[in-house]
């Protein structure tokens, strides 16, 4: 059974940084892209960032480009997202996904999910 789960969630004031976690199980995790997308109260869920199966390359959001991060460690089935320079504009229920096309921008295009973990920013 393919399980993903995400941590690192929580409250941070707007500028500051949070790394968030996805742990991988059940699945051939070096087959698999991966990506994060977030969905804030009343909007439609948006893509973050993406992810090659090899850390390799990576992908981002206009919106979090130069302040977002992904990285990946194949040996733990492990990807990240570290943020930085929080804004409010933030705040969502971020999730982890995996992806078998490599393609990253569609969440069509993703396999498996996890449940998602909340990034509140205030001022």
């Known amino acids: 059974q393919v399980q993903l789960v995400e941590s690192g969630g929580g409250l941070v004031q707007a500028g500051g940084s949070l790394r968030l976690s996805c742990t991988a199980s059940?699945?051939?995790?070096?087959?698999?892209?991966a990506g994060w997308f977030r969905q804030a109260p009343g909007k439609a869920r948006e893509f973050v960032g993406g992810?090659?199966?090899?850390?390799?390359?990576?992908y981002y959001a206009d919106s979090v480009k130069g302040r977002f991060t992904l990285s990946r460690d194949n040996a733990n089935n492990k990807f990240y997202l570290q943020m930085n320079s929080l804004k409010q504009d933030d705040t969502a229920l971020y999730s982890c996904?995996?992806?078998?096309?490599?393609?990253?921008?569609?969440?069509?295009?993703?396999?498996?999910w996890g449940q998602g973990t909340q990034v509140t920013v205030s001022l």
């Open positions: 996904a995996t992806n078998r096309f490599h393609t990253y921008y569609a969440p069509e295009d993703y396999d498996y």
């Open positions: 059940g699945l051939s995790f070096t087959t698999y892209s």
């Open positions: 992810i090659t199966w090899d850390g390799d390359s990576t």
